[in-house]
């Protein structure tokens, strides 16, 4: 009968450190947005770009213009404002 009694202490033990160890490991995501209805500077469905001030390049891209690295757990086709490779009146800037 003890040993029932240990048995089911160990695991119930065992189940709550694998629950804790889940909930400590779990990555929440604030923004999850689909782009594949985008390309070039054209934005997905029901979203809009639009040139504040600059050249006409100087908006959203959703085609990586720069070539940049992204890293899990961004995937393409994702949205990117990058000044530093697109610029300067349409030419890529290096």
């Known amino acids: 009968m003890s040993y029932k009694i240990i048995n089911m202490k160990r695991l119930l033990f065992l189940i709550v450190a694998l629950s ?14 689909d782009f594949v209805t985008a390309s070039g500077t054209t934005p997905p469905l029901e979203w809009s770009n639009y040139k504040v ?3 006409e390049t100087d908006l959203w891209h959703f085609d990586n213009p720069g070539g940049r690295t992204i890293n899990y757990p961004i995937t393409s086709p ?3 404002f990058d000044s530093d490779s697109i610029s300067n009146n349409g030419q890529h800037v290096h």
Not at 21 to 31: E, F, K, M, N, R
Request: proline share 0%.
């Open 78 to 80: 994702f949205a990117i």
């Open 53 to 55: 001030e600059g050249s």
């Open 20 to 33: 804790v160890y889940s909930a400590t490991q779990g990555q929440v995501y604030i923004l999850n947005e």
